[in-house]
């Protein structure tokens, strides 16, 4: 190591005269230079315009004092800066003069209006490549934040929406959207209909409470008001309401149900569809209707007992329920002519896979005219869910009874046309409130039935639902139809009827 040093020592001691092109003392094209460092040679590419290539370029000239760089810029400039190449000496005087070194050629040409060097290109290309990700990202960032937000959107309270909202969707909207189990409103939103409720005028009064026609913001709701003694009856109706699947479009539509107290009075609400006809006994106390009114009215109360009764099996499944109360005043006239069940303070429901019945905790009992013979000689089995529907079932032959009287045909040979006065199930042969006893009397040991006028059997519609109802209201219940049954027998009679629904009712 040591004489390496002193050789080096040596060298910058002494003066060195170097050949220069282009890199001359004092701007001069060519000549020599005196240097105390080394000579240098070297070669690099640069672009030509007018050749559209690159071309080489040969620079000859002094190193700078070794204190300022010199021989190890020589080493450094070799191998670092592309496509120049520089070659030092210091051995003799012009030492650099024949020196030639190589250089690496450019391996593409560049666009003539791009004369950029690859070192600027790749910057380029890694720009463009950062910048299209940064683009691609927040692309599908702002695809995935719409998604979101559409989502959100319908995943929000859309009912507490519309109740805020100034543009008000109906109340049947309202329920629509948010029953998709069709067991109706959330709780939290039931009461607020129950509150935001503006009661209008008392429209009837049955044994367990008041009937009243309310506004719901623009809209008519039928407002039932149980009495204080009465809150079994509003247990158990609210229930049977919200029982999965339950909406259908032939049982009185459930919107709400409240209840308040403060210890001493306790207010029970419950809060349903409004329609303005009334009951089934109050239309048929008042008008006449024809043999097709009469089918779509027996048809789409058919039609609602089945849903009733039906248990439909799945997830989720609606138990089987039945009614234990029918009657024509617990049955709604909608304006478009059909039936709608309503009043289930008495119902039971029953789930085949639990094999239990839920028997209603209230003491209310049926309406004694309406009894089954089985009900009123206690010989019904209450562990035999299929009983409570064949009772059901005969109390349905005596509505059809009310529906067929008040259907009129023509009387033959003249113009004109007949029908029956409005009359309850035996009226004749019973007092107005009749007791057990008298109900036992007439239909478990008389055996009666309402009694079915000739004319009856002159008109299709009128001679199916008279054969419909004494299947119905037969002594053994096992042999009586099943409202299924008189769905579709009814459904099978000449359509015309059922095809033109909704019928206005005038
Ligand atoms: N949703 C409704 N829309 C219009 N009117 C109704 C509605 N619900 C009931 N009504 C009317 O109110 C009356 C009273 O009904 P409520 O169920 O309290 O007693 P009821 O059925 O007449 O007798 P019961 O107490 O024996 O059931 C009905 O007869 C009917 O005229
Ligand atoms: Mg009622």
């Not at 000239?61 to 020589?74: H, I, Q």
């Not at 051995?91 to 003069?97: G, Y």
Request: proline share 5%.
């Amino acid at each position: 190591m040591a004489p390496k040093s002193r050789k080096k020592k040596a060298h910058v001691s002494r003066s060195l005269t170097c050949y220069c092109e282009g890199s001359c003392p004092n701007n001069v094209s060519n000549g020599t230079c005196e240097t105390k460092s080394s000579c240098f040679s070297s070669v690099q590419e640069v672009y030509d315009e007018t050749t559209n290539s690159y071309e080489e370029e040969r620079t000859y000239g002094c190193m700078p004092p070794e204190d300022n760089g010199g021989f190890l810029m020589c080493k450094v400039a070799a191998s670092q800066v592309h496509g120049k190449h520089i070659v030092c000496c210091d051995n003799e005087d012009l030492c650099n003069r024949n020196l030639q070194p190589a250089f690496t050629p450019k391996l593409t040409t560049p666009s003539p209006d791009l004369p950029v060097s690859s070192e600027s290109m790749q910057t380029f290309m890694l720009l463009g490549s950062v910048v299209m990700c940064a683009f691609v990202l927040t692309v599908v960032l702002l695809i995935v934040c719409l998604i979101y937000k559409r989502r959100e959107k319908q995943r929000k309270p859309r009912l507490i929406n519309s109740m805020c909202n100034s543009q008000l969707s109906p109340l049947s909207q309202l329920v629509e959207q948010s029953s998709g189990s069709g067991s109706g409103l959330p709780l939290l939103v039931q009461r607020t209909i129950a509150k935001q409720i503006q009661m209008v005028r008392l429209v009837g009064k049955g044994r367990y409470g008041e009937v009243w026609l309310a506004k719901w913001r623009d809209e008519r709701v039928a407002v039932k008001t149980f009495f204080t003694t009465e809150e079994a009856s509003w247990f158990r109706e609210t229930e049977i309401y919200q029982t999965v699947l339950m909406r259908h479009e032939n049982i009185l539509g459930f919107i709400a149900a409240d209840i308040k107290g403060n210890g001493s009075w306790t207010q029970m609400l419950l809060i349903t569809d409004y329609h303005e006809v009334g009951s089934l006994h109050d239309y048929l106390s008042t008008s006449v209707i024809t043999p097709q009114k009469l089918q779509l009215l027996a048809y789409s109360f058919s039609s609602g007992l089945a849903h009733l009764h039906d248990e439909i099996f799945g997830t989720p499944g609606k138990p089987a329920i039945a009614h234990r109360d029918i009657k024509s005043k617990n049955i709604l006239v909608k304006r478009n002519g059909q039936c709608a069940i309503a009043d289930f303070g008495l119902a039971v429901k029953y789930m085949s896979e639990l094999d239990e019945i839920h028997i209603a905790q209230n003491t209310r009992v049926g309406t004694r005219r309406y009894m089954a013979p089985e009900v009123l000689s206690q010989a019904l089995n209450p562990q035999q869910f299929e009983e409570f529907k064949r009772a059901d079932m005969y109390s349905v032959g005596l509505v059809l009874w009310e529906m067929a009287r008040r259907c009129y045909t023509p009387i033959t040979g003249t113009k004109t046309t007949t029908c029956e006065d409005y009359a309850l199930p035996y009226h004749d042969v019973v007092p107005s409130d009749p007791s057990f006893e008298d109900m036992h009397a007439v239909v478990c040991i008389k055996g009666f039935r309402p009694p079915l006028p000739a004319r009856w059997q002159e008109d299709d519609v009128l001679a199916t639902v008279a054969k419909i109802m004494q299947e119905c209201w037969h002594h053994n219940p096992t042999v009586r139809l099943t409202a299924l049954r008189v769905k579709k027998t009814l459904g099978r009679l000449d359509m015309d009827a059922l095809n033109d629904m909704p019928m206005k009712i005038v």
